[in-house]
């Protein structure tokens, strides 16, 4: 190990920065955000870097780097475009056993700065020990991406509690174990969400009765409409920290296995007007889990509550004090059209979109279909397979062109997605013909026709001569 990562305590310390442009610009940002007591030693300075001294009572030195410039100093930077300036200074500040940092000369360095993620107060440095600052970069973006925004809060709330819970739990692994059921646990999320209030309740009745345990928590997730890409950051942790999966029919295996390998998974599929579990057996079994103590996500195809039945599924846990959280996804009709190409509104053909239920109840769809006339809106049909003559012949008996477009798109935004293309005359004949069997999203209105164009992915299929 070339380089030792320590955190540096820099509130009022005198730190000397020799480099007044865009390079110096930039660590000043970082001393001064760190609390330094700066001084900028340069002929001319940055637009930037003079309001930032100005905002944080820095000084400016505006002259050329002279030795003494680093009298009364604890660290040093230096960031001239000149080679040999550096260099002098990096000699200089060695005979005083000053801590130097020569901006991309590693060679010139007895300290590097990391690449960091601030989540204040937690930090996460990463250190290519100066060969790549890229490289580090890149890395940042990748795990910036898997820790929420508001992990920063969770640090300072453990900060809270740590004595306390140091005073309760004298025993070093116990506590440790303490800390990882709150870490990972409900009390974490409700402290993520800024339910902080709530979260303390809970941490405190922990610690007072250990008996008691955790307390359980439902998450209803919204899975999107396939493609594993599309799920949320929060899908995907909230997944992998599960006890129990609840998932149906609509929900990808891709995307189921992505919960721990250790989790219970319990299938509760819902197939055309076949359910395996009744939904108020459901509404109850996410009552007992979490009653256990258990962390369950139930996973929703789309959005749980687009035609989700996510309402009824918490309405139980409201009633029975059990907390939760709804986690939205992409809805079918969002993912589908996007990858069909179809833009569900559009300047010049649909200023709005309506999402409508397409099932069969009897032999009837119910709409109101006076009111579904207007060719400015695109209507989405969910769940229309089976209504899907009944759709056409009501929307044209009540007045819309037999042209009308029409795009059915079977298992949308999956590596099965196919489009079938029609009109409101033709589309059963061409579904007939096609017989699609996964789930179906129907679009109505002119935004169909840019399919043909704007279609990037998957097959297409249908009457394109219409
Ligand atoms: N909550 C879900 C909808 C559940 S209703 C959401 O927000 O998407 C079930 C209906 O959703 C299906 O009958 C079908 O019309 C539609 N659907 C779900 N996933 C789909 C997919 N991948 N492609 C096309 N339609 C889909």
Redesign the pocket.
């Known amino acids: 190990m070339q380089f030792l990562p320590v955190c540096l305590n820099l509130i009022d310390a005198p730190v000397v920065l020799v480099g007044g442009g865009a390079v110096g610009t930039r660590k000043a940002r970082l001393l001064l955000s760190a609390g330094a007591n700066l001084t900028v030693v340069s002929p001319t300075l940055s637009e930037e870097l003079e309001s930032l001294l100005a905002e944080h009572a820095g000084v400016w030195k505006k002259a050329t780097y002279h030795k003494a410039d680093l009298h009364g100093m604890t660290l040093v930077v230096a960031a001239t475009p000149d080679n040999a300036t550096n260099e002098q200074i990096f000699r200089d500040a060695s005979a005083r056993s000053l801590p130097v940092n020569v901006v991309d000369s590693p060679e010139l360095c007895t300290f590097i700065f990391p690449a960091i993620i601030d989540r204040d107060p937690l930090l996460i440095a990463i250190s290519s020990s100066g060969r790549s600052p890229v490289l580090t970069r890149i890395l940042r973006r990748k795990i910036e991406a898997l820790i929420p925004a508001t992990y920063g809060r969770l640090a300072s709330f453990a900060g809270r509690f740590r004595q306390q819970v140091k005073d309760r739990i004298p025993h070093e692994s116990t506590r440790r174990l303490f800390w990882e059921q709150v870490l990972e646990g409900a009390v974490a999320e409700q402290v993520l969400v800024g339910r902080e209030e709530q979260a303390e309740r809970q941490l405190a009745e922990c610690l007072n009765d250990s008996a008691k345990g955790f307390p359980g928590e439902v998450y209803l997730v919204g899975a999107g ?2 493609d594993p890409d599309l799920l949320t950051f929060k899908a995907a942790r909230l997944l992998q920290s599960a006890d129990v999966v609840l998932y149906d029919r ?1 929900v990808s295996p891709a995307i189921l296995e992505m919960a721990r390998r250790d989790a219970e998974r319990i299938y509760v599929g819902k197939r055309r007007s076949q359910h395996s579990l009744p939904q108020t057996q459901i509404n109850e079994l996410l009552v007992q889990l979490a009653g256990q103590g258990k962390r369950v996500v139930r996973l ?5 509550f ?3 039945r996510g309402g009824e599924e918490i309405e139980l846990l409201a009633q029975h004090d059990i907390p939760f959280q709804v986690v939205p ?1 992409v ?2 009709a969002n ?2 059209a996007c990858y069909a190409g179809i833009p569900l509104t559009h300047r010049d053909h649909a200023q709005s979109v309506r999402f409508l239920a397409g099932y069969l109840k009897g032999n009837s769809v119910e709409h109101d279909w006076n009111m579904l006339q207007s060719t400015n809106e695109t209507l989405v049909f ?3 397979l089976m209504g899907l003559p009944v759709i056409c012949e009501q929307l044209v008996a009540h007045g819309r062109s037999g042209d009308t477009p029409v795009a059915m ?6 590596p099965e997605q196919r489009v079938l293309v029609g009109t409101l005359d033709t589309m059963v004949e061409i579904v007939r013909r096609a017989q699609p069997g ?4 129907i679009i109505v209105g002119d935004v169909v026709r840019l399919h043909e164009n704007l279609s990037w992915y998957g097959q297409t299929a249908g009457d394109r001569k219409r």
């Open positions: 409409p396939g609509l929703k195809g789309g959005d749980p687009v035609f989700g996804g809805t079918a993912g589908a969910y769940m229309g798109i079977e298992r949308g935004t999956q996964g789930p179906t999203l």
